[in-house]
C-alpha cells in the first residue's frame, strides 16, 4: 500500500505506534500512578483526586469486586456521567482484569436490558440519579452484584452531603435495589480484602464499547488492551507538535464535557491526558452551557475536544468569549462533521483552529486527524494516524481512484477484534485483508486527507443524483439567521426523495422564502430543499450528534407512511 498520507505528517511524528513496551493498559496507568502519584488528576465540581487516590481507591474498589467472586473476563458495566467515581471504577475494571461495559447513563428500561444481557454483565456501578432505570431493567439480566453512587460521595463530607440532599429532592426518582452495595461502602470494604493482581495480556478483552444502535440493534465493539495501547500511544505522537507549542505551563489540562462512556472522550481526552500525567476537569452536565462556560472560566485549559453542537452552543455563549484562550493548544473536533461557519466562528473567538478528526467506536476512538500544528480548519477529517492505514473502495470492494468517493475502509491496531458473540455482523463489516469497513462515504485526495462524504445509509437520492446532508448542512449553517440544522431525504413522486431542511434559528422573523433564497444562491437545484420546517430544538445523541433518522421517521409517520 502506497502510504501517500505519511508525506504529509508533520516533523518528528512516527508513522506506526509500537505497543511492545506495555503488555497491558492496566501495565501502562500504573506507570502514570506511580510517575504522577502526586498531581491532580480528575477534578469534578472543584474537588480534585490525584493519581495516587486513583492508584489507592481502584484497588479497593477491585479487592471488592474479587471478594464478591468475579473472575478475570466477567463483565462489570458502568452507568455513569462524568463524576470521580468513574475513573475509579473503570481502573478497578481495567487492573482486575473484568472487562468494563461502557453504558449511556440516559438509556430507557429496554436499552439498558438489552445491553446488560448481551454483555452478560455480573455487576453495575450506577449513579442513583438512574438506579430507578436499572430497577426496571435487572429482573430479566444476570447481573448480581449492584453498587450505587451519588453525586456527593467523593466531594468530601459537608460539601457531598449538601450536594445529595439538593440532587436527591430534585434529581432522583424514588427507586429500591434490595441488596444493593453503596460505592462509599464497597471501598470500605475493599479495604479488608485483598487484591490479587491478574496476568493480563495484551491480547485479553479491556472494553466493550456499544455501537448508537442508530442502524439496529446496538452491538458491543470488542476492545483489547492492545487496541487501547495503540490508541493512546497513537494520539499522544500526534499531538506532540500542540504539547511542544509552549502554550502548556505545568501540567497539562483538560475540559473534559464529552461523556467519558462514549470512546471519543474516554480514549483522547481521559487515557491521553493519564498517560501525558495531565488533569481532567470532569463536567457532568455539559447541556448546562452558562454552568459549562463558569467553570471552564476557572482554569488556564490546554486541550478542548467537543462535537460541533457543543462549539456551537459555545461561540453562541455571549460569556464564552470573556474567558482566558491563552493556554488553549489543541481544540479537537470529532463525533459529527464540524461546520465551517461554526469553525470561523470558534477561531474568531479563541484563536485556536478546531483540528477535525474522525473515529468511531470499532476503531477506539480517532483514527484520522488534522495535523495538531494546523494553523486553520481544513474541512477535511485529517490524515491517517500512526500505524493506521486507509483504503477507499466502491460497492465491490475494489479501491477507487483518489479523489473519487467510496467507502472508507481502515486497518489499523486500535481496530476492534469484532462484535461481541456477533461473528455474522463482524463478518459484514470486515474485509478479506483486514480492513474494517465504516459505511461512510469520503475521499482521499493526493496528499493523503480525508474528506467525509456522508454516511452511506444517509445519502438522498435526487433525480439519479447523489445529495450529500453533511453539504447541504455546512451550507446552510452560513446563514446567519440559523443556528443549527439537519437534512434528511423524503420520499417525493417526482424525483424519487426530496431534500427535507429542519432548523433552529437563532433569532425570531426568520421565513422559509428567506432561507430558500439563500439555498438558491449557494446550492444547485436538486441540492436545495424541497421541504423547510422550523424547530426550537433538534434531536440529539447525549454526545450531542444530531438523530437525522428521529426525523425522517417522524415526517414519515405524518405522510401516513
Known sequence: ?????????????????????????????????????????????????????????????????????????????????????????????????????????????RELEHQLKDSGALAIVVLENFASVLQQALPKTQVKHVVVASMGDMLGALKGAIVNFVVRRKMVPAWSLPGHTTFKAALAEGAGKPFTAPTIQREDIAILQYTGGTTGVSKGAILTHRALLAAVLASEAWLQPAMASGKIQGQLVSICALPLYHVFALVSVAFLALRLGGVCILIPNPRDIPGLVKEMGKYRFNTFPAVNTLFNALVNNPDFAKLDFSGLAVSNGG????????????????????????????????????????????????????????????????????????????????????????????????????????????????????????????????????????????????????????????????????????????????????????AEANLAGYKRPKHIEFRETLPKTNVGKILRRELRDEAMKGQGK
Open 1 to 109: 500500500m502506497d502510504k501517500i498520507w505519511l508525506n504529509s505528517y508533520p516533523p518528528g511524528v512516527p508513522g506506526d505506534v509500537d505497543v511492545s513496551g506495555y503488555e497491558s493498559l492496566a501495565a501502562l496507568f500504573e506507570e502514570s500512578y506511580k510517575k504522577h502519584a502526586n498531581d491532580k488528576a480528575y477534578v469534578c465540581m472543584d474537588k480534585a483526586i490525584t493519581f495516587g487516590d486513583i492508584d489507592r481507591m481502584s484497588r479497593l474498589f477491585a479487592a471488592w469486586l474479587q471478594a464478591k467472586g468475579l473472575k478475570q473476563g466477567d463483565r462489570v458495566a458502568i452507568m455513569l456521567p462524568n463524576v470521580l467515581q468513574y475513573p475509579v471504577a473503570l481502573a478497578a475494571v481495567i487492573r482486575a482484569g473484568f472487562i468494563a461495559v461502557n453504558v449511556n447513563p440516559l438509556y430507557t428500561p
Open 335 to 518: 463525533g459529527m462533521a464540524v461546520q465551517e461557519a461554526v469553525a470561523k466562528k470558534w477561531f474568531a473567538i479563541t484563536g485556536c483552529p478546531i483540528i477535525e478528526g474522525y473515529g468511531l467506536s470499532e476503531t477506539s476512538s480517532g483514527v484520522t486527524c488534522n495535523r495538531a500544528d494546523s494553523e486553520k480548519f481544513t474541512g477535511t477529517i485529517g490524515l491517517p494516524m500512526p500505524g493506521v492505514e486507509i483504503k477507499i473502495l466502491d460497492d465491490d470492494g475494489n479501491e477507487v481512484k483518489h479523489g473519487d468517493p467510496g467507502e472508507i475502509a481502515i486497518r489499523a491496531p486500535m481496530n476492534m477484534s469484532g462484535y461481541w458473540q456477533r461473528p455474522d455482523e463482524t463478518a459484514k463489516v470486515m474485509t478479506a485483508d483486514g480492513f474494517f469497513r465504516s459505511g461512510d462515504i469520503g475521499t482521499m485526495d493526493d496528499d493523503g486527507y480525508l474528506r467525509i462524504v456522508d454516511r452511506k445509509k444517509d445519502m438522498i437520492l435526487v433525480s439519479g443524483f447523489n445529495v450529500y446532508p453533511n453539504e447541504i448542512e455546512a451550507a446552510m449553517a452560513e446563514h446567519p439567521d440559523v443556528l443549527e440544522c439537519a437534512v434528511v431525504g423524503l420520499p417525493d413522486s417526482n424525483s424519487g426523495e426530496k431534500v427535507a431542511l429542519y432548523v433552529v434559528p437563532n433569532k425570531p422573523g426568520v421565513t422559509k422564502e428567506h432561507l430558500s433564497k439563500f
